[in-house]
């Protein structure tokens, strides 16, 4: 990425390369979808803005998507998505403030809106026929309102065991495809077989660890695999195929260094965010072939129909 690139110093460059991403057949409106608009130029009104000539609505590129009203300049929007788009573990909103040059809140709530436009619509399940789809939770960072789940209620706290009081997220992954990862308010086997049967193929091969989770939930897939973690156990072979949920590990490793070392610290309302980012990054990872200009591309197509408000210093919600 080339930092002196005019899109990224000049406004009226970063507005051209929006508009391309977004409008690849010409300008469409925002209010009515019709490909009649025109643009308006003179002193009295500002480059980039259009008129729709079919419901005679006023818009520009930035209408009807996550930067809608924002005083934040494109070429500061785009630098954004390109460094979140190629940072493999996130940029902070500190870090974000210092390069951009633009106040901490303003930072913060930038980085919500792009990761708003990261957010992927899952179309279908993930595996099939013949595919392997590896399975796991993972429990960290502390819970602002800590409560014992229905299983543990009345049971004394061990801390040698998960504490009820940390976050959970299970991870679904196809391997040589995508991840799926879920914020779910206790890792149950009623929660965790509800997040595998919406979201994975019952032809797929689920390969897991030997938690009692997956015990009945596996038999409703075409086959159950487990390795013994407690025994030592991280991969066999049978048949010449590899027996293992290594996959999803590595992607709950990128997740965690990520969480704790460039995010420090994370509200539980927005971690279904932070999630989608990470989730973002993988599903467009480099071993599937694409590059950071594709990936801020499917940022650009991602803001559109989406809007994140503003209302208070700690707290960002939905239009």
């Keep these: 990425m080339n930092l002196t690139d005019p899109r990224f110093t000049d406004p009226n460059k970063a507005r051209e390369y929006l508009e391309a991403q977004r409008w690849p057949q010409g300008p469409v409106c925002s209010h009515c979808g019709s490909f009649n608009a025109t643009t308006l130029k003179g002193k009295a009104h500002r480059v980039g803005l259009y008129q729709c000539n079919d419901c005679r609505e006023q818009f520009t590129v930035t209408t009807g998507s996550v930067m809608e009203r924002s005083k934040i300049p494109l070429n500061k929007w785009l630098l954004a998505m390109h460094l979140m788009g190629a940072s493999k573990k996130g940029v902070s909103a500190h870090q974000l403030h210092r390069m951009l040059g633009i106040g901490y809140q303003a930072a913060w709530f930038l980085a919500h809106r792009i990761r708003e436009a990261m957010k992927d619509t899952y179309t279908g399940p993930i595996g099939g026929e013949g595919k392997v789809v590896e399975a796991d939770e993972t429990y960290f960072g502390r819970r602002e309102t800590p409560k014992p789940s229905e299983q543990r209620k009345g049971r004394p706290y061990l801390k040698r065991k998960k504490p009820f009081d940390k976050r959970s997220v299970v991870a679904l992954v196809e391997r040589g495809g995508q991840v799926r990862m ?16 919406r979201n994975v193929d019952r032809k797929s091969i689920l390969n897991t660890d030997e938690s009692n989770f997956y015990t009945e939930t596996g038999r409703e897939f075409a086959k159950h695999q487990t390795v013994k973690h407690s025994a030592g156990e991280y991969v066999r072979y049978e048949d010449g195929f590899a027996i293992h949920s290594n996959t999803v590990e590595n992607v709950f490793s990128v997740f965690k260094r990520g969480m704790k070392g460039t995010y420090q610290h994370c509200g539980e309302a927005h971690l279904h965010r ?35 408000l503003y209302t208070s210093p700690d707290k960002a919600s939905h239009a």
């Design 182 to 197: 879920f914020h779910v308010e206790h890792a149950t086997k009623v929660n965790i077989r509800d997040v595998l049967v």
């Design 274 to 308: 932070y999630i989608a980012e990470f989730d973002f990054r993988y599903n467009r990872r480099t071993a599937l072939g694409v590059g950071d200009t594709e990936r801020v591309a499917d940022i650009i197509k991602g803001s559109g129909g989406k809007r994140l």
